[in-house]
Each structure stands twice: as C-alpha cells, then as structure tokens.
C-alpha cells in the first residue's frame, strides 16, 4: 500500500500561535499517478530507485504518500528540485488536479464566518469553484497564469473581487488601490494593463489579486524564480509583511533554500514525489538529516 | 421625406427583383438551357450539390442559372428546397469499396492493387486558353463523345467504363501500420440535430462535406503550412459512382436505388498517435468524401478531419485542430447569411453607439464630472487590513 | 416562371413546403414548441435545437421566422418590425412569406392588435399586454461571446453562474470610457440567474422587459439556439450597485432631451436624420407608436 511519511507528531507553528490549533489543511497521504498505475508503481520509484517513472506500467508517480498539518497564520515550505512533485502538490491543494488516493481536508469558515470543513479531494466542481475563487490565493512563477493581460491592473483586482460577490464600483475601486499600495505598486499604474509592468510588479500585482478575496490560503509557486535578487527580496519582505498583517496561512513552493530560510517556519523536503524529510526549517538547514537534504544544504553553502 | 431607405416595403422588392432579371437578359441572346449547365458545367453543379447538401444535379443546375452563376447563393436555393423535404428513409452505412471508379490514384505508392487510374483531371495539363472554344462548331463539339464512345454512344458515358477496385488502406492495415477500422459511430443528421462540442466525428464529417469549399482549402491549408504540421500523404484519391443502397420497403433487403458520383479521399499521417500510448507507432488516417467531382475539397476535408482528430485526442495546439473554430465557420450558407446580413439597416443599434460615444466624450472632455463615477484617491483611507 | 416571379412572388405553391401551415414539417414545429417550452421553463437557458434552413438567408431573421412559423395559429394576428418599422423591406419580405404560408393569419401594424410580434432590433413602445408574444430575431444569443469565443466553455460559465468577466469588461469600460460601451445588446440577468443577450435591442428598451406581461421568446437561426424570458420575471441589466445602468439620453446641444419631428413625444427612442443641408432632425423610431401619438394630438 501507500507509504504514508505523515508527520510522527504535530509540529508547533514557527509563527505566533493561531487563534485554533485545529490545522486549515490537513492532508493524508496524497498521491497522484500519472498513467495506467500498476500495484508496483509505488514500491518501483521513489526512495533508492531514484526515479519516479514506474518501470512497470510506464506511469509517472508525481506525488506520493504526502501528509501534513497547515495551521492558521502559518507558512509551510515545500522545497525541491524540479520533477519532485512539488508543483503537483499545489495543483492537488488548488483542486486544479484529482489525487489518484488519499485525503486532504480543509477547515475555515461558509460565507457567514461560521465553520466549514470540506474533504478536499471529494468536493464538487461547484464547491471546488468556490474554495479557488473565495478562500485559496493562487501566485504562479509565470505571471501569465495568473493575470490576465487583457485588462488593467484595477480589472485584474476587479475580476477576483467580482467573482467573490462585490457589486460596488467605488468598494472595488477603492479596494484594489489599497491592495496596490499594500503590494507596493504605483496607484498611478491601476489602469495600465500588466504587460507593460516590469517582471517584479507582475508578481506583486498577481500577490494583489489573489489577496483580494481575503483568502483563507494563499499557495505561492516559485514566485521569486527568474527575478533579479534585490527584486526577490522585495517579493519576500511582502510576503513576511502579509503574513504578518493577515494572518493568511501559506504554502510556498521552491527550490531554493534562501526562500524557505527568510520564510517558511516549517518545511516539506520533497524528492521523486515523496516528502524525504519535514520539520522546523532551522533544524533542517543546520542538520539535516536525510541525505538528499545534507547534500542541497551543503551545495547551496 | 429623403431618408425613407429602407422603408421601400414591396414595391421595391418587387423592382429589385425585375432589375435583377434585366441584368441577365439585357444583353439579348439565348437563354442558356439547365441540361447544358448540368453537363457543360459540371464542376459548378457537383460544387453546389455539396454545398447545398443534396444530391439534385437538375435543381442545382437551376439554382445557378436562377443566381447567375452566383455559388453560394445557387447552394443557398437547393438547401431552403431540401429543408422542405421530409426524411423519409437512412441508408446503412456504404462502402468506399462499392464505388465504381472512374478515376483513383494514390500518392503513396507506385503499384497498387487494381492499378493507378488517371481518368478525367487538368493537373497535368498546361493551363493555356483553348480559344477554338470561344466560338465552339456545334458538330464538332457533339463529334467528341461520339469519336470517344463509338456507336453506342448516346446511351453511354464514362460510368459505364468504370469497376470496383479494392482501397490502399486495406494494403497498410494487412501490414498492421493503420489501425483495423473501429466499429462505426452512428450517423448523426446535423440537419435534425444541432451540433454541440465536442463534436463527435460523424457530425464534423457530414459538416464538412456540406462546408463551403474555399472556406474549407483555407483551413485544410492552414495545417500544410505550419499551423499544425501534419505531412499527410495522398493514400488514396478515387472520383466514381457509389450505388446508394436502400432497405426494401417491405422486405427490408437493401437493393440498389441509384448511384451518386462521389469524390473520396483518404490521407495517411505518420505517427497518427491514434493508439494506446504503449503500442508501436502507427499511421494516422483522415477521410474526406463529397458529391460529384471535387478532389481539391475532398483532400481538404481529410486533412480536416485528422487535424480534428488530433486536436481531440491531444489538445488544440493549432486552429485547424479546434472542432468549434473549424466547424462553425466553413458553412457557406450560414457565413454568407450573416455577412449579408451587415447590410440590413441597423440604425437603432448605431444611434445607440453614436449616443454613447457622445456622452462619454462629454464626460472626458470634462475630468471634473467624471468623478462622480470615480473614487477620490485622496480620500481613500490608508487602512491597515489587506 | 421567370426569376422575377420566383422572387417577388410568394405562395404556398412554390416555396416547396406544399400543404405545410406554417412552411415547416410537423416535426420541426414540435422541436421548436418544445425548444421554445423548455426555454421558458428555464429562464434565460439557451436551448439548442436543430435551425431549419429557410428560405430567407441566415442573419436575416431565421431564428425568429422558425418561431413565429411554430406558434402561428389561423387565429392569429401578426405583426412584423424592423428598426421600429413595419414596412422596412425585410419586415417586409418575412411578412410575406408567414402569410403566404400560413393562410388565415391576419396582419397588423398596430401593436395592441398583434397576438405574436417579430421583430428586430426593438420592442415597441406602446405596452405590452398578457397574451402576447414578442419574437425576437437574434444573430448572438450568448452574452458572454464578448469575451469567450469558444462556446464549450461559455456554456460551462453559464453553468457556474460565472459571470465576472463580464462584469470585469464593465469595469474596464467604466475606466477607460467613463461609460459602460455596451450599447446594445446589453446583458441582463434573468430571475436572478442565467444572463442573457437580450438581441441587439438598444438600451432604451432593456426595462421594457422586466415583469413584462408578455412572453419573449428568443431565437438565433444560424447559431442554433431558442431561450425565452416569461411573463413577469424580473430582467435586471447587469450594472454596478452604484453605477446605474442608463439609457439612451437623446440629449440636445442645451442640455435637453430631444423631441420627436413628427409626433411631438419626448419619451421614445429616436432616429437621427440627417438632413440634405447638413442639418439634423430627430423622430420616433417605432413607427405605430408616432402615428398613434400623432393621431391623438390632432384629435
């Protein structure tokens, strides 16, 4: 059966203690096959074989056996080269994808602050809608993605906003200026269309438009990748400064350590699908104890 | 009052109507006969009898001459016709290899089974006027079938020269390099049922054959030039009389009704991806088939369908590939309709724009009042929560 | 039969549908009732159906002839407009032909006489009463084609109630024109669900719609499609809580509203005539609505 690398005992946030202890996503062994699958698939790949191409049914295992706990307000690091399943991960949280099996449960609030707890990976397109449109952010590497070029800064804002239920021009207007300023990008470029943005302010206006919401989760996928260093840690303050000021929680995909190590309180280890090591993110960066972990901090020093 | 242009009402339709018939008489001569347009202009006749999705060689023959030569407009008058007739019985599926063959030829290979035919065609002729044609001798033309078919002609024609040959994709599939032919769909009547997408096969088959030529080369021409490679090859090209079969009202057994002359194509792709991911590569097929003698459309229509094909199986990558882009834009009679249409008045619609153009170029010109659709930055509080 | 016979003449004899009330088979016309029952049974749903190919070029009204050939009884009376007129040639063409085809049927002009109203472009000004049916001729039947070409995926925004970019192309209008541009053909949402095209009626005759008394039904030919508003159900443009949905203003270089020429009203949808001198004169342009005006004033 599925190897399950869940976390032996719950971890406490890095981050100031949330209001509840009760984690916003609790995921359980997520796995997702790629192909026919086979019974061998998972015992094939991974671990020592060093590959996640099952040699019998010629199926890619992306993700496998994956659990842990994401708390209120906290920021969890996923950090891996890429084709470790990392992104699959994001794609399976933003219900962008199906887990071939196990679980991922997710707890906030319905539309009257009451509270909601939805299974993730059985919910329905309509639910699923929802969750992407209310309560997840989504930042893509590739700001294509996650903008649209079509209209202004303001209408990007707009559309998350609209999609979200505001009716008022002047609630939106006013809205997506203040998240402009919070994502420090010019006022004065709130009707210019994204295209004509430089790379940084393309991310900082996609960080914008999936906080517009006032999203419960915000997944960030590479969002610092291909950006020049002193733009990166621009990016980085920002997303400390949000955390800090919203409480949102987040996961935060990379593959480089400098963005675990500024960020992320605890952090996944992923490597051909599994999560290969988990935990505090200053014990993993000073002693890491799987090998594949030793060998990425010791390169990046 | 000058501006009354549309409301001429009957009287103007009626004069619209007469004025078009004085175009085509006022400059005297014989009127030309439909038998003559039937046969003389053959091409035209197959070309709206495709377009207008019936086969009604005399019909179509009338429906040129009534629209002076006008293509879509002569398909438009044999499909307003056909809409009017009922559905009285569906054939059974027919068989390419029932087609008496006048003329085939594959691209594919040098020697094939029953032979290469080169029959009726112009791509080898050198296109150069024939200027005996422009004052033709009568006797002289009616010496050419006779000279060709000797005494029993009348009362023969190339039909009768031709026989059935079997199909160069039966050579590849007894190689295993096509796939065996899947059990087949059924039929869809997209004149009975509206096509909705993904479209299956079948109903962008039939669409296509009713499609507009032009407007089909053009897309079939987009994937020949880059815009979804696909490197067919010509397997097989054939022009013949396919004998329609229809059950027997009482005892149910398919006899033969007639025929109708039938342009049919089969393309061959390499990689058709067409199988399961693990099986050995093979060759993908496209099919084209329509009325009369239209070989350009019938390619068209196969690359068509593979692209189609392909861009079901993988994703739309090229527009070719995207059955709603392809399928709702090749049909002649709807195209031409609709941009007809644009020349009916519509001056409610645009007094409508000029209404709003002019006042919001009053509210641009003046940025002050413009405010009362805007916040004020200013007075936007620099709030704490995000 | 010469071509000017065949074009100008229309009889049941030789539009080729022989004994057929109504041109269409009886199989037609029940797809099309039931097409036309499921629409308003489903507010605002387009209902596809298989569009019959007409004798009147597509784009030309196919759509609404289908529907007025269906619901047409020898009982009925009829009235055919196009931009507000009933003489205009192709009220005039589609005119003819439902009553070559559909003996017994009686013709009107006026708008409180009809039974079943074809039109394009406009609704009339005069009230409409419970009873009757206003056919409308569509070329676009989904409102979100203005801002996604593929229907696959329009119809699952429909089914999402995902109406946000559309709204979003309100907003943007809104920056860059200081005006929604949507003149006509202005999305409305039908009893709080599905949004509609409501055909390319000009703003102006939007309201009209909302609790109307009459059924409306919807039909696009060449994009094969029927949907239907039914008698008072609410019809709200789409528009923002704080930026009204407007009208047509017809507004005068003094800041008024202009008057029609001929009839005196200042309260129905206009045409603007522009004069042999360069100058310009404004008239109603629902032709039965001015001569009823018209009629009263001199009595």
């Known amino acids: ?301 | 009052m000058g501006y009354v242009a549309i409301r001429g009402g009957e009287s103007a339709i009626a004069a619209a109507a007469r004025l078009l018939d004085v175009l085509r008489a006022q400059a005297g001569g014989d009127p030309i006969g439909v038998e003559t347009i039937r046969h003389q202009l053959g091409r035209l006749v197959d070309r709206v009898c495709g377009e207008g999705g019936c086969w009604h060689p005399q019909l179509a023959a009338l429906a040129i001459k009534q629209a002076s030569g006008d293509t879509l407009e002569a398909a438009f008058l044999l499909r307003a016709w056909r809409s009017t007739r009922p559905r009285l019985s569906a054939t059974a599926p027919h068989r390419g290899t029932d087609l008496r063959v006048v003329r085939r030829i594959s691209s594919a290979f040098k020697e094939i089974p029953g032979g290469q035919i080169l029959g009726p065609g112009s791509d080898y002729l050198q296109r150069l006027f024939s200027y005996e044609l422009l004052d033709e001798d009568p006797d002289k033309f009616r010496a050419i079938a006779k000279d060709f078919f000797g005494e029993e002609w009348p009362g023969r024609g190339t039909d009768s020269a031709s026989d059935t040959v079997p199909k160069v994709l039966d050579a590849l599939r007894a190689q295993g390099l096509l796939a065996q032919p899947r059990p087949p769909l059924p039929a869809v009547d997209i004149t009975r049922e509206p096509i909705t997408f993904p479209c299956p096969r079948p109903a962008a088959l039939a669409a296509m054959t009713r499609g507009e030529s032009g407007g089909l080369l053009a897309m079939a021409y987009t994937t020949m030039r880059g815009y979804g490679y696909l490197h067919p090859t010509v397997a097989e090209l054939r022009y013949g009389f396919l004998p329609i079969m229809l059950p027997h009202p009482v005892s149910g057994e398919l006899v033969e009704a007639g025929e109708v002359p039938v342009t049919e194509c089969e393309i061959v792709t390499l990689h058709g991806k067409d199988d399961p991911e693990d099986a050995p590569p093979s060759l993908g097929l496209g099919y084209g088939c329509c009325f009369g003698h239209q070989e350009t459309k019938a390619i068209a229509m196969a690359m068509c369908d593979r692209s189609l094909q392909n861009g079901a199986q993988h994703g739309v990558r090229h527009p070719a590939e995207d059955g709603e882009f392809v399928l709702m834009h090749i049909d002649g009679i709807e195209s031409m309709g609709f941009c007809s249409h644009y020349k009916l008045p519509h001056y409610v619609t645009f007094q409508s724009d000029l209404d709003n153009l002019r006042k919001s170029r009053g509210k641009l010109d003046h940025p002050g009042a413009a405010e009362a659709v805007f916040t004020d930055p200013e007075q936007i509080p620099d709030g704490d929560e995000l | 039969m010469t071509a000017a016979s065949t074009s100008s003449t229309v009889s049941a004899a030789n539009t080729g549908a022989g004994d057929h009330f109504g041109f269409l088979d009886a199989f037609a016309k029940r797809e099309l009732r039931r097409a036309s029952f499921k629409a308003l049974c489903i507010p605002g749903y387009q209902v596809p159906y298989a569009s019959r190919e007409m004798p009147i070029a597509r784009g030309f009204g196919t759509g609404g002839l289908q529907l007025s050939l269906s619901l047409l009884t020898p009982e009925d009376t009829l009235k055919v407009i196009d931009q507000g007129a009933d003489d205009s040639v192709n009220a005039v063409n589609l005119r003819r032909f439902i009553l070559a085809t559909c003996p017994g049927v009686a013709a009107t002009t006026r708008t409180t006489a009809a039974s079943v109203i074809q039109t394009r472009h406009r609704i009339p000004e005069t009230p409409l009463h419970a009873g009757q049916i206003m056919v409308y001729q569509v070329p676009f039947p989904d409102p979100l084609q203005i801002i996604e070409p593929s229907e696959a995926k329009r119809r699952r925004m429909h089914a999402e109630v995902d109406y946000a970019r559309l709204l979003v192309r309100l907003y943007e209008d809104l920056v860059r024109f200081r005006e929604v541009a949507i003149t006509n053909r202005y999305p409305a949402r039908v009893a709080g669900r599905y949004v509609i095209d409501p055909s390319p009626i000009p703003r102006w005759d939007l309201p009209k719609l909302n609790r109307s008394h009459a059924i409306h039904l919807f039909g696009a030919g060449r994009e094969k499609k029927i949907y239907a508003v039914p008698p008072m159900t609410t019809v709200e443009p789409l528009a923002f809580s704080d930026v009204p949905f407007q009208v047509e203003a017809f507004t005068d270089d003094e800041g008024g509203r202009h008057r029609c020429a001929r009839c005196g009203a200042g309260d129905s949808y206009l045409d603007e005539i522009v004069l042999p001198d360069g100058g310009r004169r404004w008239q109603c342009n629902d032709q039965d609505h001015c001569d009823s005006h018209r009629e009263e004033s001199l009595r």
């Not at chain 1, 010019?186 to 269309?193: C, E, G, L, S, T």
């Open chain 1, 1 to 301: 059966m599925i190897r399950m690398n869940e976390l032996s005992t719950p971890v406490p946030p890095a981050a100031p203690l949330a209001e509840t202890r009760l984690p916003i996503i609790a995921a359980r062994g997520l796995t997702r096959i790629h192909g026919p699958g086979c019974l061998r698939c998972l015992e094939s790949t991974g671990g020592t074989t060093g590959r996640n191409l099952c040699p019998h049914c010629r199926s890619v295992v992306a993700v496998a056996g994956v659990s842990f706990d994401l708390h209120p307000g906290e920021i969890l690091g996923v950090m891996g080269e890429s084709g470790s399943g990392k992104s699959t991960l994001v794609r399976l949280l933003h219900l962008d994808d199906r887990p071939t099996s196990g679980t991922a449960h997710w707890r906030g609030t319905d539309e009257g602050g009451h509270a909601l707890e939805v299974e993730l990976t059985a919910c329905d397109a309509a639910q699923a809608r929802w969750l992407r449109d209310r309560r997840f952010g989504m930042v893509y590497q590739n700001p294509h993605l996650g903008l649209n070029f079509q209209v202004t800064a303001g209408g990007n804002i707009a559309e998350r906003l609209l999609t979200a239920g505001e009716g008022s021009f002047r609630a939106i207007r006013d809205r997506a200026l203040s998240l402009l300023d919070r994502t420090e990008v010019p006022r004065n470029r709130v009707d210019h269309k994204p295209g004509h943005f430089s790379g940084g302010m393309q991310q900082r206006l996609q960080i914008a438009r999936a906080l517009a919401p006032r999203p419960q989760l915000l997944l960030l996928d590479e969002v610092t990748t291909g950006l020049d260093l002193s733009v990166q840690a621009r990016i980085l303050d920002l997303i400390l400064e949000i955390q800090r000021r919203t409480r949102v929680a987040m996961i935060v995909v990379t593959h480089d350590l400098g963005v675990v190590r500024l960020l992320a309180g605890r952090t996944l280890v992923m490597r051909h699908g599994r999560v290969v090591e988990s935990g505090i993110t200053d014990q993993i960066l000073e002693d890491p104890q799987h090998p594949y972990t030793q060998q990425l901090v010791s390169s990046a020093l």
